[in-house]
Every structure is written in C-alpha cells, then in structure tokens.
C-alpha cells in the first residue's frame, strides 16, 4: 500500500480519485484471484455451491448514523436483486461486546459473508479470525481491523484530508490560525484524517498554524461546546476542521450564533446530505464529499462474488484494498453532486 500511496500523493482532482479507485479494485481482483494454477485453468477458489438454496449476509454497523444507513442502503440495492440472499443490518450500539457478540451468532448461524464497521481495530481481530476459520469472509467498512480479512472498503481518509487543508488554507489566504474538531484517541480513520490534514497545511500552507486539536466525539452538541472554549481562548481564530460533518455543521451552529458566517472558514469530511445543503447556503465552506451508496454497492458486488461462487475465507493471496473516489465539495461544484448521490 505504500506504493499506492506515493503513486497516488499527486492525485489531487476527482477524476484522478476515480483512478484510485479504479487501481484499488485491481488490487482487489488480484488478492481474490491470486491462486491461479495454469495446469489446470482454475483460481484457487472452489467451484459455486449449487446446492445452496439461500446465502446469508449481515452488516454489523457501529452504531446508527447517516454513514453506515447509506452504506447498508447501497448494500441492500446489489443484494436484493439476487433472490437468494438474506440480509440483515445489525446495530452494534458503540460496544465492542455487542460486536462480538453479534459476530458469534452470525457464525453460529453459518453467515456466508459479514460486513464489519469495527469499533476497535484490535479487538474485533479475534472476532474475525473465528469467521475465518469458518470459511466465512468479512468485509470491513471505512475502519480496518489488525487481523488479514476478504476486503477492505474505505473513504480516502488521508488524501483527502490533505486535500481539504489545501482548499482551506485558501480560502483562510494562506495563513491564520485553525482549530482541529476531533474524534476520540485509538481509531485508525481519525489518525488518517488528522495526518492527512496537519501534512496537507505543512505542504500547502505552512504559515497556518493548528492552535487547538480536541475531541467532540463526532457529535453536533459536543462540537458546539467544545468550540465555544476554543474561540474564548483564540477569538482570532480563522478557520475550524471539523473530522467528519456532524462536527463540522457543530461549528457552523456556532458561527451562526456569534455572526461569524463568511469570516470563519470551516470544513467537514464526508458529504453527507446535511453538509452539501449548508454548502449550500454559504455557511458551511466544504467537505470530502464520497459517494456511500458506491461504496456500499462495492462490498456487495464482492460479498456477492463471494458467496455464490463459494469463495472460501482462505482463498485470498493477500487483503484487498479497496479506495472511494473523492471530490472537495464547495460552493463553486456542490451542484454537480446529483440529488440521487446524496445521503
């Protein structure tokens, strides 16, 4: 993956990330068909199970949110329509125990595939590691695991929060003071999109400075409280990177309260439905806008090549990788994301 990334770094517009993704999905074509044996012609997977009737398949979010309701709603467009499976989308209620817990029944249960948000990468590797051993493959949802599994699809954390501090340092003129609008320690994609923005201003904009990097929680409220500190400390502050849109639209709140709209530049990260319309408006500046449905759509189009054509969870020569396109939403091209791309 370092190799893609540093093949990627460049890639800057959305035309380029929809190479990305494309690449990605070579990668991931390979990871499944690595096996190949040219005496007899056959990949490494075992032939389809006709005698199945029905295959089941069940998505353990990590909690209810806008993200993981349009990833299953993307999942449901591919599966539905293929008559023999059944789907399920199980709420893990922010507990690793419950994930567990739930990756135990579906197990039991004889899932075909499971598609996993992990709450903990660490501790729902063991959890994997036993659907592996029972030929069940797991797709994972935007966070990563630390035990090897089928796939891995994932917005573009890194890339595209370097490419947010870009759009916002000018938007800020190159200089000023920023506050960062967190999500807890310990998860893999708030590292990836803190990194990727602290590395996007040294690169772009190094005479902005990050002055506060706290935690809200991903939540609305807790980002409105949280920046209220901020401000009273930095009144000057010129712009507020808020991990993901609900944090984001916290600081918008915010900026409306104290009449900072138009002199306080803030961003989000992942476009939902909510973020685009106070783009809109000319409140919010922008956001990383990914289309969740696709990604969505992806892990069922391999769930589904999975499980019909009784691909066992060991068949893989390696993990594939699969990267979401992106696209820096602002005024300026907010309008060219089709109502039917909205969640």
Same mark, same amino acid.
């Given at each position: 993956? +370092?190799?893609?990334?540093q093949?990627a770094?460049g890639?800057?517009?959305?035309l380029k ?12 074509a390979s +990871? ?5 044996d ?8 075992s ?5 199945a009737?029905?295959?089941k398949?069940?998505?353990? @979010? #990590?909690?209810p ?5 349009? #990833?299953?709603?993307g999942?449901?467009e591919?599966l539905?329509p /293929? /008559?023999?499976?059944d789907?399920q989308?199980?709420d893990?209620?922010?507990?690793v125990?419950v994930?567990a ?5 579906l197990?039991?249960?004889?899932a075909?595939?499971i598609?996993?948000?992990?709450i903990?990468s660490v ?5 994997i590691?036993? +659907?592996?051993r ?5 797709i ?5 695991a630390t035990?090897p599994?089928?796939a ?6 890194y ?5 947010i +501090?870009?759009a ?7 200089? !000023? ?14 590292? @990836?999109?803190?990194?990727g ?6 690169k772009?904009?190094p /005479?902005?400075?990050?002055?506060a990097?706290?935690?809200a929680? #991903? ?9 209220h500190?901020i401000?009273?400390?930095? *009144? ?5 990177y ?6 984001a ?6 900026a409306?309260?104290k ?5 306080l ?8 439905v909510?973020?685009?319309?106070s783009?809109e408006?000319?409140e ?10 696709q990604?969505g759509?992806?892990a ?8 019909? !054509?009784?691909?066992?969870?060991n068949?893989f020569a390696?993990?594939s990788?699969?990267?979401? *396109?992106?696209?820096?939403a602002?005024k ?6 089709? *109502?039917? /791309?909205? #969640?």
């Open positions: 993956m +370092a190799g893609d990334q093949r770094a890639r800057r517009t959305f990330g929809v190479a990305i993704g494309s690449a990605a999905m070579t990668g991931a +990871a499944l068909f690595g096996g190949f040219r005496t007899t012609g056959e990949f490494g997977v032939r389809a199970r006709a005698e009737a029905r295959y398949m069940a998505f353990i @979010q #990590w909690q949110h806008t993200v993981p309701a349009a #990833w299953s709603k999942i449901e591919v539905k /293929q /008559q023999v499976i789907y989308l199980l893990g209620q922010n507990k125990e994930q817990s739930l990756m135990d029944t197990i039991s249960q004889g075909s595939v598609f996993l948000q992990p903990d501790a729902l590797a063991p959890s590691a036993k +659907a592996k029972a030929g069940i493959a797991v994972t949802l935007n966070i990563d035990e599994h089928a891995h699809v994932e917005m573009n954390h890339f595209g929060a370097m490419d +501090a870009k916002m340092g000018e938007a800020m003129g190159g200089k !000023g003071k920023v506050a960062i609008l967190n999500a807890p320690p310990g998860i893999i994609i708030r590292d @990836q999109r803190t990194n923005f602290i590395d996007g201003l040294k772009y904009h /005479q902005i400075e990050v002055v990097d706290q935690v929680d #991903w939540d609305r409220k807790k980002a409105q409280d949280v920046l500190t401000l009273a400390a930095h *009144p000057d502050l010129g712009g507020v808020g991990v993901n849109d609900s944090m639209l916290g600081a918008v709140d915010v409306k309260e009449g900072l709209i138009g002199k530049v803030i961003f989000g990260n992942d476009g939902e909510a973020a685009l319309e783009i408006k000319g919010l500046t922008g956001t990383q806008y990914t289309d969740v449905y990604q759509r992806l069922a189009a391999a769930a589904t090549v999975l499980a019909t !054509g009784g691909v066992p969870a068949s390696h993990q990788h699969l990267l979401m *396109p992106y696209v820096i602002t300026d091209n907010v309008g060219s994301i089709q *109502p039917s /791309q909205r #969640w």
